[in-house]
């Protein structure tokens, strides 16, 4: 069964500043990855995906993430934060397998100081 | 536009009532889930459907049952609510492909006292 560990709770950064959110999984085979936001008050949204080929991946609001097989990470970047990123940040793993389901980590809620 | 639509945002609800949390997508997937939010925890996975009249336990099924009769609407239902069920509640749905990506409802807030 695949897991997820996002080791940091609560991340604080100044605005423009870099970021770099941190994702381990745990899976027997190359799993499909996600970052997912969640705004206050609102409903998650797909940041981006990764299943296979580049290892660094593109998404919206300027976000990206790098799998590392060696490393069984997916960690997520910024490399100018804004203010309106301050939200919860959730990594998850999907299943290469039929009718599989999806796990998401325990979140990583980040402030953004002016 | 892509839709999940939980039907409520609030409930609260009295320890040993049923309970029922209706979700329904307009997008035709195949695949639907219901995950619980807690402060810490993130989202896990209580059951998922990936098509109509199947239903898979996730990490976290007991005390929970789900009924899914059509393609669109999957429903939670908490046979007998407990205080610790108080939680938010977050559906979700997805084409039937593995590499699709979820979509997610604005979630229902039950507080069960």
């Known amino acids: 069964a695949q897991s997820v560990t996002q080791p940091d709770i609560h991340i604080t950064v100044s605005e423009g500043a870099s970021l770099e959110l941190r994702c381990n999984y745990s899976?027997?085979?190359?799993?499909?990855l996600f970052w997912y936001v969640q705004s206050p008050g609102q409903g998650l949204q797909l940041l981006l995906k990764y299943f296979s080929g580049d290892t660094l991946v593109q998404g919206i609001k300027g976000f990206e993430a790098e799998f590392k097989r060696s490393q069984s990470s997916f960690n997520l970047r910024k490399p100018s934060v804004h203010w309106s990123d301050a939200a919860e940040y959730f990594c998850a793993v999907g299943a290469r397998t039929s009718y599989d389901k999806v796990i998401f980590g325990p979140g990583t809620s980040l402030s953004v100081i002016p | 536009d892509v839709k999940v639509t939980q039907s409520s945002r609030y409930l609260v609800k009295r320890t040993g009532e049923k309970v029922f949390l209706e979700c329904v997508q307009d997008?035709?997937?195949?695949?639907m889930f219901w995950y619980r939010q807690d402060p810490g925890l993130g989202l896990r996975l209580i059951y998922f459907?990936?098509?109509?009249?199947?239903?898979e336990k996730g990490d976290i099924p007991e005390g929970y049952s789900v009924s899914r009769e059509k393609k669109e609407r999957f429903s939670l239902i908490l046979e007998s609510a407990s205080t610790n069920q108080t939680s938010m509640y977050l559906c979700?749905?997805?084409?039937?492909?593995?590499?699709?990506?979820?979509?997610f409802g604005e979630g229902s807030r039950l507080t069960v006292l």
């Open positions: 979700a749905s997805r084409t039937g492909s593995n590499t699709g990506e979820l979509f």
């Open positions: 899976y027997g085979a190359t799993p499909y």
């Open positions: 997008m035709d997937h195949e695949n």
């Open positions: 459907s990936y098509d109509v009249k199947m239903k």
